[in-house]
């Protein structure tokens, strides 16, 4: 099973490419480890601060939307200006939490290519990890829209025969990107082929 060992134990790590399959914590990587999302012996690949910068402007730009909202309603509706002048409070003390988890959001993901899969992990709060196989990569596509390509970011997205699949690491320069799109293809391609 491409480095993953079952056990008795189960833990809801689901890992990409093996749907319905669920692997022991602590043997995750042929290795023994107390955390379930603990890949030993691998060295992250962590994103820049682009991606950061990117969605912290873009959740600046909802919130200055939802206070311009608040405000017209304040104006125009009677008896709206308490209302308003809870709900603006609310959003700004949310917008402050959302701010400081959107750096250990950004700073949770990370990638590494092992010999036989490629290793994602992200998420702060809900965290995840996938392990996708190279066999069992079908696509690897690159996209950047509009305002990542402002920021000088793209993301790599990985296809698999299975729905579930959900790997993806966005805020990479855009030839880092293309690196990993070929690399990862390469080594599909090659993995089929053993198969």
Known sequence: MHDLQRSGARSPCRTSGHA???VHARTLGGVSSPDAFAVPGVDWVRLGPGLTRLRRLQAGAVLVL????????AWRVPGWRVGSGVLAAGAGGLAAV?????????????????ADDLVV????????IDLVPYGRMQMVDVSSGPAERAFGLASVRLHTASPSTRAYIPGLAPAEAARLRDRLTRRGQQQAAGL
Not at 103 to 112: I, L, P, Q, T
Request: charged fraction near 25%.
């Open 66 to 73: 939802t206070l311009a909202l608040l405000a017209v309603l």
């Open 20 to 22: 319905g399959s669920y």
């Open 121 to 128: 992990t992200r998420g702060a709060v809900w965290r995840r």
């Open 98 to 114: 959302g701010w400081r988890v959107l750096d250990r959001s950004v700073r949770a993901w990370g990638y590494a290519e092992r």
